[in-house]
């Protein structure tokens, strides 16, 4: 078979794989330069590893990916360091990576509270139930079980960060789905995210993939005549998207009512990241993951000290941080320009480090995206389109469809290949 796959982020890379792997013949189409996709990075001329252009690392439970990478061999790359992620409470940052730091985190007290943080931690690890637990709302799931205290301290914040508007209405499963699939070990590959993707690109290159680059894919339209699939000119047995839902509808106009009307439906939020480099490091306790409350009058969501994960010295001595958040498309953050976005954030490395000064900036890099983190409402499972779409030869596989897990590059690899299975019958 002639199966073209667009898209060369995770989910498209390892499809590809395993269906070069079959014996087909596999072309994938991105419309960036480099392959990659939302984990892609970038790289200055005095910097050995790359850097994501949204923070990224993987958790020790991440099995599809760390499968994929021993089968390619490439294991020897993955570095598991100790980051150090905190808490805010009462004007301070607590650690919050352990069993032991959650006990003596005092945001929660010392009584009840931590009890029933514990119980319903507990709970939510051991369950399977997930099916139960997307009836309901995130908010009222936990104001009922863990109480009030403990969801407007712990989860409440998370849920506005993420969800902004929408944060009532994202169902209990997307909360069990982070507590049962996360790890406190976090990961990354050696020169970043960047050299694993290129290293996997350079191995399906010498599979026989041909991965073009630099081709954004306008229509696929499926050939009466023969039955094939045209994607723009070229004529394909089978195709897998692996788009957002939003351009996949655009792409392929003729899909039925009803499946592009489920595409359509699914909400998303985007996302602005600015990445600095810095003169000095921010956080001198050497705390990597700040979680922000927008409660607290922080202007961001997540703010990263990457160099408290992984050494300065592979980027010449360059303090590498993160200021991110989640946002509806529209947002005003989304207009502002670089040094616009910087002066709304400077308050907030001022409050985590009160020496920091403008001039300690020496670069930023500001990145936008419209889909990057899909908004699963109650009874979700009923809105995910299927994997085979009504057009025959056609296929999508995207970050909306891996409800109930919640997206992430493992996630991507593991519906990759689960299309491609299907796509191979
Ligand atoms: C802020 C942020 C933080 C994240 N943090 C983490 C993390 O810590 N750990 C983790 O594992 N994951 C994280 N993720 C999620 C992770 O990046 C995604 O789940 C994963 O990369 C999705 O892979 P994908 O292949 O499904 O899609 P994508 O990576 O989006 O790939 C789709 C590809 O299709 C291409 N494309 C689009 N239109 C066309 C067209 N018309 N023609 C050809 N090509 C086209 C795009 O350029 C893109 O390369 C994060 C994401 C964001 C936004």
């Known amino acids: 078979m002639k199966i073209a796959i667009i898209g060369a982020g995770f989910g498209g890379l390892a499809a590809a794989y395993d269906m070069r792997k079959a014996g087909h013949e596999v072309v994938v189409f991105e419309s960036a330069n480099y392959v990659g996709g939302l984990?892609?990075?970038?790289?200055?001329?005095?910097?050995?590893w790359s850097v994501e252009k949204f923070y990224h690392h993987w958790f020790q439970s991440d099995a599809s990916m760390m499968g994929l990478i021993q089968e390619l061999g490439l294991q020897d790359k993955v570095i598991f360091p100790r980051p150090?992620?905190?808490?805010?409470?009462?004007?301070?940052?607590?650690?919050?990576?352990?069993?032991?730091?959650?006990?003596?985190?005092?945001?929660?007290?010392?009584?009840?509270?931590?009890?029933?943080?514990?119980?319903?931690?507990?709970?939510?690890?051991?369950?399977?139930?997930?099916?139960?637990?997307?009836?309901?709302?995130?908010?009222?799931?936990?104001?009922?079980?863990?109480?009030?205290q403990v969801y407007e301290q712990m989860w409440k914040p998370l849920l506005i960060g993420k969800f902004g508007p929408f944060y009532k209405?994202?169902?209990?499963?997307?909360?069990?789905?982070?507590?049962?699939?996360?790890?406190t070990r976090l990961g990354t590959f050696e020169g970043g995210f960047q050299q694993f993707a290129d290293s996997f690109a350079e191995k399906l290159r010498e599979m026989g993939v041909e991965i073009r680059l630099g081709v954004p894919i306008k229509f696929i339209k499926q050939n009466q005549a023969s039955g094939s699939l045209n994607v723009d000119v070229e004529s394909f047995d089978k195709v897998l998207v692996t788009t957002?839902?939003?351009?996949?509808?655009?792409?392929?106009?003729?899909?039925?009512?009803?499946?592009?009307?489920?595409?359509?439906?699914?909400?998303?939020m985007g996302a602005v990241v600015m990445v600095l480099s810095?003169?000095?490091?921010?956080?001198?306790?050497?705390?990597?993951?700040?979680?922000?409350?927008?409660e607290a009058?922080?202007?961001?969501?997540?703010?990263?000290?990457?160099?408290?994960?992984?050494?300065?010295?592979?980027?010449?001595?360059?303090?590498?941080?993160?200021?991110?958040?989640?946002?509806?498309?529209?947002?005003?953050?989304?207009?502002?320009?670089?040094?616009?976005?910087?002066?709304?954030?400077?308050p907030a490395f001022k409050r985590i480090n009160p020496a920091f000064e403008k001039d300690w900036v020496?670069?930023?890099?500001?990145?936008?995206?419209?889909?990057a983190q899909p908004v699963p409402l109650v009874n979700h499972s009923k809105n995910i389109p299927a994997i085979k779409t009504p057009i025959d030869g056609l296929y999508f596989a995207s970050m909306s469809q891996v409800y109930p897990w919640d997206r992430g590059t493992n996630f991507a690899v593991e519906i990759g290949r689960r299309a491609a299975r299907i796509m191979l019958g």
């Open 39 to 48: 984990a892609s990075g970038f790289k200055e001329p005095h910097w050995d």
């Open 84 to 148: 150090l992620t905190v808490m805010y409470f009462n004007g301070k940052f607590y650690p919050f990576d352990s069993i032991l730091n959650a006990l003596r985190f005092p945001g929660l007290g010392f009584g009840l509270n931590k009890i029933r943080f514990g119980f319903v931690g507990l709970f939510l690890r051991l369950t399977n139930n997930w099916r139960a637990l997307e009836k309901v709302t995130a908010d009222e799931w936990m104001l009922k079980w863990a109480g009030k």
């Open 169 to 183: 209405d994202v169902n209990m499963a997307w909360m069990w789905a982070r507590i049962k699939a996360r790890t």
């Open 244 to 268: 957002s839902p939003s351009l996949m509808a655009k792409m392929c106009p003729d899909l039925p009512e009803n499946y592009l009307k489920g595409l359509l439906e699914l909400k998303s």
């Open 297 to 346: 009058g922080f202007p961001l969501l997540a703010l990263v000290e990457h160099t408290n994960f992984v050494s300065k010295d592979h980027f010449g001595g360059d303090h590498i941080i993160y200021a991110g958040d989640y946002l509806e498309v529209g947002h005003e953050y989304f207009s502002l320009s670089d040094e616009e976005l910087l002066e709304r954030f400077i």
């Open 362 to 371: 020496k670069k930023v890099w500001v990145n936008k995206t419209n889909y």
């Open 278 to 294: 810095l003169k000095h490091q921010l956080s001198e306790q050497g705390y990597y993951w700040f979680s922000l409350p927008k």
